[in-house]
């Protein structure tokens, strides 16, 4: 029962830790840093951090061709997220664009009910709904409306949710025996070759890098990719995709918390309550998962 305390801990920090990205990529923004540029240099300090990992506290391993392949696919699933967040955003209303990116709490589960074969429990479903709801409210959906969104923006929107519940699904399924360290690294990897892709890494020749790129860039590698990577990681497989999914919801209440305080921005009553749904669906999640152990036993 502890180990599973601590996988839900461990989701919860995770999730957060995606929560604070928005605050810093606001920040770097500021800075006058390009969103191709805080993208890459993302997805390029998370590389090299892990990599450093590796070699100063993780256990290498020999892996087989065929598992390098999975995990990179894991990867590449994690990066297409952003990228088509990132992208989603050049069309949709910040406050639109993380309400479509929380569809994937009900995804999650949907695609863990298929894969079982089996249906989500009632306290499952019930926890999906708050989240739904917290969700519509923390982003302010009901005062921005959907009637001028364009449908590029929903799609693209959507794809990120879908792309980040299988992102975390895939986490706890493919490859589990592979050590955290080596497995982040491959993962972060996966990541790296989607955004060099998408946005090509011309911050690495411009100059960009010497003046304050870096900062930001090992900022969000580590928030973004490095800790919830690792956490995830270990958490996934302990608890369920389907829960992992519901816990992963703390982001939005995170990002809102952070946007006030740190951003200052303003944040209505309407969000807070918004935020008080999400954390009661979550605990509603996490009860669920203490009921479970003690029948198990």
Not at 51 to 56: N, T
Not at 238 to 254: D, R, S, Y
Request: one cysteine or more; hydrophobic letters at 55%; a positive charge.
């Amino acid at each position: 029962m502890m180990n599973d305390l601590k996988a839900v801990i461990y989701i919860l920090i995770g999730a957060s830790s995606y929560g604070i990205l928005s605050t810093i990529v606001k920040l770097a923004y500021d800075n006058g840093f390009q969103p191709n540029e805080v993208t890459g240099s993302q997805a390029f300090f998370g590389v090299l951090i892990l990599v450093g990992l590796i070699f100063l506290f993780g256990k290498r391993e020999s892996l087989s061709i065929r598992h390098w392949l999975l995990l990179l696919l894991v990867g590449i699933i994690s990066g297409l997220t952003g990228v088509f967040y990132y992208s989603a955003l050049q069309f949709v209303p910040a406050s639109i664009g993380i309400v479509l990116l929380f569809q994937f709490t009900w995804m999650g589960v949907l695609m863990e009910s298929i894969l079982d074969r089996r249906r989500p429990s009632v306290e499952k479903i019930l926890s999906i709904l708050f989240l739904l709801a917290g969700t519509l409210f923390a982003g302010d959906i009901l005062a921005t409306g959907l009637t001028t969104i364009p449908i590029v923006g929903i799609v693209l929107g959507l794809l990120s949710a879908a792309t980040y519940a299988g992102f975390i699904l895939a986490s706890g399924r493919l490859v589990p025996h592979v050590n955290p360290w080596m497995r982040s690294m491959i993962l972060g990897l996966g990541s790296f070759i989607v955004v060099c892709v998408t946005f090509p890494p011309h911050f690495l020749i411009n100059g960009s890098l010497f003046h304050g790129l870096w900062f930001w860039g090992l900022l969000l590698a580590f928030f973004g990719i490095v800790l919830p990577n690792l956490l995830f990681t270990y958490g996934v497989p302990k608890v369920g995709a389907g829960i992992a999914t519901i816990l992963g919801a703390v982001e939005l209440p995170m990002a809102v918390l952070l946007s006030r305080f740190v951003l200052q921005e303003q944040v209505s009553g309407v969000q807070w309550i918004g935020v008080v749904l999400i954390l009661v669906g979550i605990v509603m999640a996490e009860m669920r998962l203490t009921k479970r152990q003690m029948v198990n036993g």
